[in-house]
């Protein structure tokens, strides 16, 4: 509905890993959600013309959100995850926003889609779903903490010289209990 104020709820929740694969034959790389209970890092195989190395696969989740009051659904099955920036490179226009909005007292986090072997730069999440994250992540923040925005990637000029970190979840998927995991406050 278009004159509903959504009320977004998590659901659909899928566990997994974000597979970093990497082709030593034309140097090209690939993102992909997996299902897979125990991913092997280091596995290797060939793919067409493809000699496919997995280089990484950190614990994640996919979603989707629906609205509690007219039970629309938006799927986010095309956002690999969400990045913290760490200030890493002062002309930037992620570190230009992140100064300009935590002016207004309002964190930042960047918004990645999937990078596939086709691709120089990962699948750009559009507009109107980042306005959804953000509503999301703001719609029951007491008044008195900081805003979250979450931004496109695309003000990233330089990956290779970017030193964010990927927001995740180490141990969501252990059956064991945290050990050392800190209090957050």
């Known amino acids: 509905m278009a ?3 959504h009320q977004w709820t998590m659901t659909n929740i899928r566990f997994g890993f974000v597979a970093f694969e990497k082709c030593y034959h034309c140097n090209r790389q ?3 959600f997996s299902h897979e209970q125990v991913p092997f890092l280091g596995e290797k ?3 067409g013309d493809h000699f ?3 280089v990484e696969n950190p614990q994640s989740f996919q979603f989707d959100l629906q609205c509690s009051r007219c039970n629309c659904v938006e799927p986010f099955s095309d956002l690999m995850g969400l990045l913290h920036c760490t200030e890493c490179l002062p002309d930037c226009g992620v570190d230009i926003l992140r100064r300009q909005y935590e ?3 309002t964190w930042i986090v960047v918004a990645f889609g999937f990078l596939s072997e086709l691709d120089t730069r990962p699948q750009p999440i559009p507009p109107r779903k980042l306005q959804i994250l953000t509503d999301y992540f703001n719609q029951r923040r007491d008044v008195s903490r900081p805003r979250i925005a979450v931004i496109s990637f695309d003000l990233i000029t330089d990956f290779s ?3 964010g970190d990927f927001l995740h979840d180490v141990g969501m998927l252990s059956q064991e209990p945290p050990q050392d995991r800190r209090p957050p406050f």
């Open 3 to 5: 004159d509903c104020r």
């Open 30 to 32: 690939r993102t992909f």
């Open 45 to 47: 195989y060939r793919e």
């Open 52 to 54: 496919w190395s997995r």
């Open 103 to 105: 002016a207004a007292r």
């Open 161 to 163: 010289q970017c030193r």
